[in-house]
């Protein structure tokens, strides 16, 4: 028998509260004690766990769903929830934990479709609103946009309410560049390159369910004010005499892309403000020998007053923050590094004509930097999708239960998944955000980085058509760059179409459609006799199933992955017609031959459904094709098309083949 006793004096600090072990017990168990007002740092394990509460009152939040508990009541915990306690009496919230391993049970936990509530909990995915600067190129449509767009259709097919958030990011100070380029006001060059976006991203099946244009917006500049106010409010952001630099000709104000020098991380040559290799920011005055973009020159540093926010205070928040969703080991990293440092002020109001100014009149002349004014935006959307959706979403008083999804290029880390957090602390102490973030490389074009300025890219509206879509989303799919830097060509891209979506997706559907119009009428036939091959096969496109939806899922989110996988789905079917060939017209193995032509036309029938994610139109065409509908469900299982189906395969053309350049024209 053991009997173990509650002793507060025994217990240390873990996990954010104080815990103590109970020994010799057949499972480990012990006791934890959360002291009033106090809260634990989020845990996600794969034992499963039980508490008993046996003092005080408390909420627990599971993956963002919040449950009164009282003493009493005991709380079971499946593997990789995320949990948190906390004491909202007055007195200790004592209880006792009981925790082990099942490994059939965490296996299942793992692969289980809906995980972390994503079916139930609206889920916000945002792609960060470009700068409407210029059109997007390749080396934009394969990160965020894609990915976001694939992730939501994804989830709606599992039955999640997902929406796709982005917009036009008007009040950037590119834009300003883009307007001298031009011989615009700012004004009018964000609204001509906002409306070029959004009709690229149409042309890539891309219709996000709220695009907020920042200028245009009549609500968005006193709810950025009001946001920016709390910020302000909080004691902990206020104006800061620094130095900044200046034009020394025009004695203008620089910063971002008005000024070029050595990362104080890296060492590589950089813009102001942020580094897009090593991703670390700077606050210009640190960068080694800077000189003006457009001249040349040196600038000249003076002292300015600016609001400054001293993120180096927030470690422990983001560290918090990163333990509640999916976040990458490289933007954990990132952070790490940013921590390191000192000291880190950085200035979110900016010297400028272009912009928001806030509401304070503690400094003059200045407008909100627009990547803070980012955090505000993505609350912003929010509120006014839920306006058209009939939601009370609220920007001033976001909901715990919101889940919001991320996508964005690693030269947008620290703003994403450092500051934001830092401000939304600031901004809402109440709130504790749960967002997973979903990062890529930079998307090369021959070799070198897609530039917009230098012309050196593949813009959108050249490559993309009706015909062209979804080879290019496959492409891009196949090939975006997940965690390392990958290369676009021409000759890669029309190889893939002419060698894999012509070559053998194609010619593989048109040959069974072929040999079903010949020998079954242009119907599915029933399966008849089963061989062990037959078996095997099914089991093959099962596991193809279960590999698609983990690379689509949240968890492991990875088109290059999907992308792969449902080749394999094809290339599997091409080897096994090959294999059953042979025996095909014998009539002794009449009735094993209809079971490989019925696997065949289920393997069609999986792609269908597995490909509306990446190739939208593919899917649904070749749905048709196969007597069903457009996908809507995620598949459960591989399954048959019922027999007698009309099919309509033979000549259909899946893939037009063109090159590079055959799209609506060139970016005006």
């Known amino acids: 028998m053991i009997i173990s006793a509650y002793e507060a004096a025994d217990l240390d600090g873990a996990l954010g509260i104080e815990m103590g072990s109970i020994d010799r017990t057949a499972t480990p168990a012990a006791w934890a004690r959360v002291a009033p007002g106090g ?3 989020p845990d996600r394990h794969d034992e499963c ?15 963002a769903g919040r449950h009164r508990v009282t003493a009493g009541t005991v709380v079971a915990y499946e593997p990789f929830e995320t949990h948190v306690v906390e004491n909202t009496g007055d007195t200790d919230l004592v209880f006792v934990t009981f925790y082990w391993r099942d490994a059939g049970r965490a296996q299942a936990a793992a692969g289980r479709r809906g995980g972390r509530r994503f079916g139930e909990r609206p889920l916000f995915v945002f792609s960060t609103p470009p700068t409407p600067n210029g059109d997007l190129h390749l080396g934009h449509l394969s990160g965020p946009y894609l990915g976001a767009d694939a992730y939501v259709r994804y989830q709606r097919m599992n039955g999640a309410r997902a929406w796709h958030l982005t917009g036009s990011d008007d009040f950037q100070s590119y834009v300003l560049g883009a307007a001298r380029r031009d011989g615009r006001g700012p004004a009018e060059t964000a609204a001509h390159y906002s409306a070029e976006i959004a009709e690229t991203l149409r042309l890539m099946d891309i219709v996000p369910d709220q695009y907020t244009v920042t200028n245009g917006d009549d609500g968005y500049r006193s709810g950025l004010r009001a946001f920016f106010s709390r910020v302000a409010a909080s004691g902990q952001v206020a104006p800061s005499e620094a130095p900044a630099l200046f034009d020394p000709d025009s004695g203008e104000y620089v910063y971002e892309g008005e000024v070029r020098g050595g990362c104080p991380g890296c060492g590589d040559t950089t813009g102001g403000n942020i580094c897009e290799e090593c991703g670390e920011p700077n606050v210009c005055t640190d960068l080694a020998d800077p000189r003006l973009s457009r001249s040349g020159k040196a600038p000249e540093a003076r002292p300015v007053r600016r609001f400054t926010l001293p993120l180096h205070k927030f470690a422990d928040d983001v560290a918090e923050h990163h333990r509640l969703g999916r976040v990458p080991a490289r933007l954990r990293e990132l952070a790490d590094r940013v921590f390191q440092r000192d000291g880190l002020d950085v200035p979110i109001t900016h010297p400028s004509r272009w912009g928001v100014a806030p509401q304070e009149n503690d400094v003059s002349g200045q407008v909100i930097w627009v990547w803070p004014e980012m955090a505000y935006g993505f609350l912003h959307g929010i509120e006014a999708l839920g306006r058209r959706a009939s939601e009370d979403w609220r920007a001033d008083a976001p909901d715990p239960d919101w889940k919001i999804v991320h996508f964005f290029g690693y030269d947008n880390s620290f703003y994403h998944a450092v500051l934001y957090p830092a401000l939304y602390r600031l901004a809402h102490p109440d709130w504790h955000p749960d967002i997973d973030y979903n990062v890529n490389e930079f998307y090369l074009l021959d070799g070198e980085k897609f530039s917009t300025s230098r012309r050196h890219a593949v813009w959108g509206k050249e490559i993309l058509s009706p015909e062209s879509v979804d080879a290019v989303r496959f492409f891009l799919a196949r090939t975006r760059p997940e965690g390392r830097r990958t290369n676009f060509t021409r000759d890669a891209y029309a190889a893939v179409l002419r060698d894999t979506l012509i070559g053998t997706w194609q010619t593989w559907l048109n040959d069974l459609g072929a040999r079903i119009a010949d020998h079954h009428d242009g119907r599915a036939p029933d399966a008849g006799v089963w061989t062990p091959e037959h078996t095997a096969f099914l089991d093959r496109l099962a596991v193809r199933r279960t590999a698609l939806a983990g690379a689509l899922g949240q968890d492991g989110f990875s088109l290059n992955r999907a992308a792969d996988e449902l080749n394999g789905i094809v290339e599997d079917a091409v080897a096994f017609s090959r294999l059953e060939a042979p025996a095909a017209r014998i009539d002794r193995w009449s009735s094993q031959a209809r079971s490989a032509i019925a696997l065949e036309l289920a393997a069609a029938r999986l792609l269908s459904r597995c490909a509306l994610p990446v190739m939208p139109r593919f899917a649904a065409r070749l749905a048709a094709a196969l007597g069903d ?30 090159t590079v350049g055959a799209g609506r024209g060139d970016v005006s």
Do not use: Y
């Open 39 to 41: 809260r634990s740092d």
């Open 49 to 63: 766990e039980i508490w008993v509460i046996v003092q005080g009152v408390g909420d627990v939040v599971v993956d």
């Open 629 to 658: 509908p457009v996908p809507a469900k995620w598949p459960d299982g591989v399954e048959l098309v019922p027999p007698d189906t009309a099919i309509d395969l033979a000549k259909q053309v899946f893939f037009a083949s063109e």
